[in-house]
């Protein structure tokens, strides 16, 4: 049965009226002994602490989690704001500062060291000289012809006064240019000296450095494959020339190896897909060589022409020759 009591009534007792209050020793303490059954929103109860028993109140529920200080929890209305002041006058603009002096520019870095330059190739040993021929005899050099008389001399003009300059006088005549004398009959031409012995044909040349290598197919492959048609993927070698269409050919051994066209090659992880349409032999194996379909042999060595023909066949210009290689 509930009790009514009224405002007024006064507890002269030197500790709270409601023993819920506490002070516990802990939120925990607190939570553990006052029941769910006897708490309310607003429920104070003390927590001792290191400065006293502090107030805490369920401020927004009743479950453990709602228990929190009271003091922190209670947050007064935000005031209204006042009214913003007038702005004051803007002040005089200063004096520019004097410009700073321009930094001393950087020292420039050190010039790259310049790279090596490639070795020369050998040149070619030079073959020797032939023999100069004998040069034919100087012909005779004609006589000179007589020089013509030198013409007389004309009569020097009269020098005019001085002062108002005077009439120049009349350019003497000119003398008679002499007679050209009669041209020298021309040497009789010197015979052409004999052809000299043709020289011995020069050593043959170091050979030049090797062309790049052509397009590269050939590679091993280490996957392990069953023989059989049907498409196979496996890893070769990287940066090869393989390309979708070409035929390739799979071996293990003479008894055991497939065939088929290349539907993907991948050059920078080996990664290719062949389909088999050809196999040979059975079982699987890991260890295998791949190399285009009908790939040419590599080529034979070159033969080396031994001597001068001219030398080894003199009188055989129009025959048929049969050359040592």
Request: hydrophobic share 30%; net charge negative.
């Given at each position: ?12 007792a030197?500790k709270?009226?409601d ?6 020793s802990?939120?925990?303490d ?7 059954a006897?708490r309310?929103?607003?429920l104070t ?5 290191a400065?006293g ?5 369920y401020?927004?529920?009743i ?9 922190s929890?209670l947050?007064?209305?935000?005031g209204?704001?006042?009214?913003q002041?007038?702005?004051g006058t803007?002040?005089?603009q ?5 410009q700073g002096?321009?930094?001393?520019q ?5 010039q790259?060291v310049?790279?090596l ?14 023999l ?10 004609g006589v000179?012809?007589v020089?013509g008389?030198?013409?007389?001399q004309?009569?020097q003009g009269?020098q ?7 009439v ?8 008679v240019?002499g007679?050209?004398g ?6 009789v ?13 020069g050593?043959q040349?170091?050979?030049g ?11 091993t ?11 196979k ?6 940066g090869l020339?393989?390309?979708i269409?070409q ?14 066209t290349?539907?993907?090659y ?9 389909s088999?349409d ?8 890991s260890?295998?060589d ?14 080396v022409i031994?001597?001068?023909?001219t030398?080894?066949?003199?009188r055989?210009s129009?025959r048929?020759?049969?050359?040592d290689?």
């Amino acid at each position: 049965m509930a009790i009514n009591l009224n405002d007024n009534i006064l507890v002269n007792a030197p500790k709270p009226s409601d023993d819920r209050y506490g002070p516990w020793s802990s939120v925990s303490d607190a939570n553990t002994n006052v029941i769910s059954a006897n708490r309310y929103l607003g429920l104070t109860v003390g927590i001792s602490g290191a400065s006293g028993v502090l107030d805490y109140w369920y401020a927004s529920g009743i479950a453990n989690g709602d228990l929190v200080e009271k003091a922190s929890s209670l947050q007064g209305v935000q005031g209204l704001q006042g009214v913003q002041g007038l702005q004051g006058t803007q002040g005089v603009q200063g004096v520019q500062g004097v410009q700073g002096l321009q930094g001393t520019q950087g020292v420039q870095g050190v010039q790259g060291v310049q790279g090596l330059q490639g070795t020369q190739g050998v040149q070619g040993v030079q073959g020797v000289q032939g023999l100069q021929g004998t040069q034919g005899v100087q012909g005779v050099q004609g006589v000179q012809g007589v020089e013509g008389a030198q013409g007389i001399q004309g009569v020097q003009g009269v020098q005019g006064l001085q002062g108002t300059q005077g009439v120049q006088g009349v350019q003497g005549l000119q003398g008679v240019q002499g007679l050209q004398g009669t041209q020298g009959v021309q040497g009789v031409q010197g015979v052409q000296g004999v052809q000299g012995v043709q020289g011995l044909q020069g050593t043959q040349g170091v050979q030049g450095v090797q062309g790049v290598q052509g397009d590269r197919y050939s590679t091993t492959s280490s996957t392990s494959l069953t023989i059989g048609t049907g498409s196979k993927t496996l890893t070769v070698g990287t940066g090869l020339q393989w390309s979708i269409g070409q035929e390739a050919v799979l071996t293990f051994d003479a008894s055991n190896f497939m065939s088929g066209t290349v539907t993907a090659y991948n050059s920078g992880t080996g990664s290719m897909t062949v389909s088999v349409d050809n196999a040979t032999g059975s079982g699987t194996y890991s260890s295998w060589d791949v190399n285009l379909g009908g790939a040419p042999g590599p080529a034979g060595a070159q033969g080396v022409i031994l001597g001068n023909l001219t030398q080894k066949y003199p009188r055989q210009s129009s025959r048929r020759i049969e050359m040592d290689c």
